[in-house]
């Protein structure tokens, strides 16, 4: 069982930044794959990045790729997720996710809002 809590959204205008943040409980965190997704209104839950438990692999999706940095600290049990250039089209809620032994991502957290002002 893992528990996960966001924190570190909010409203920037266009072109700022943020940094989310996901602190987890229950197992080893450097044996868990994290990914963060979201949600916009409307629309269905999308992958936006994820990192292996060493920090060795990151993968991002094609409309965050170069804007957005995934990063984790197995000491803190935290993993973040830097946004810079921010767009409008940010605009969603953001979850963080856990995955474990390869398996698809079971564990979420509740969600974080950010919203993007034009």
């Known amino acids: 069982q893992v528990q996960l809590v966001e924190s570190g959204g909010g409203l920037v205008q266009a072109g700022g930044s943020l940094r989310l943040t996901c602190t987890a409980s229950?197992?080893?965190?450097?044996?868990?794959?994290m990914g963060w997704f979201r949600q916009a209104p409307g629309k269905e839950r999308e992958f936006v990045a994820d990192?292996?438990?060493?920090?060795?692999?990151?993968y991002y999706s094609d409309s965050v790729k170069g804007r957005f940095t995934i990063s984790r600290d197995n000491a803190k049990n935290t993993a973040y997720l830097q946004m810079n250039n921010l767009k409008p089209e940010d605009t969603a809620v953001y979850y963080c996710?856990?995955?474990?032994?390869?398996?698809?991502?079971?564990?979420w957290g509740q969600g974080t809002q950010v919203t993007v002002s034009s």
């Open positions: 996710a856990a995955s474990l032994n390869g398996a698809p991502y079971r564990y």
């Open positions: 229950g197992r080893t965190f450097s044996t868990i794959v």
């Open positions: 990192i292996n438990g060493s920090a060795s692999n990151t």
